[in-house]
């Protein structure tokens, strides 16, 4: 599991719920670190990153991780509603604060980003 969001107290409360939810999560504070993260040969089961990040979007992020591991499965957090609608068939999105239950949830339904894909959309 690899967990992206710039807000060190987010991380923390999310790496908590994860941990409570059996995911050991690896987080990381950027896009680009995540990217990195990938490329240095960590197998990621699940993408969990936020829309809204200082350096490059969650889209952006997903996208990247899947062209390095295409079995990456994906959910989207964020902070504000995403100014675009995200396709819940693509990937789930969860509106912070949430439940470790809305989490799990989330978690369940993370689906592999087509890196390909140029209709993907986020915040």
Known sequence: MLLVDDDPNVRLVVDRQLDALGWEAVPVDTGQEAIRVVEGGMIVDVLLTDLHLPDID???V??????????????FMSGAA?????????????????????LANALAGAVP???????????
């Open 58 to 60: 969650g889209v952006a």
């Open 62 to 75: 997903a996208r990247a991780v899947a062209g390095l591991s295409p079995a990456t499965r994906v959910a």
């Open 82 to 102: 995403p100014s675009k609608s995200l396709d819940p068939r693509e990937a789930p999105f969860l509106l912070k604060p949430f439940s470790t239950r809305a």
């Open 113 to 123: 980003v087509d890196a390909r894909d140029r209709t993907a959309r986020g915040g």
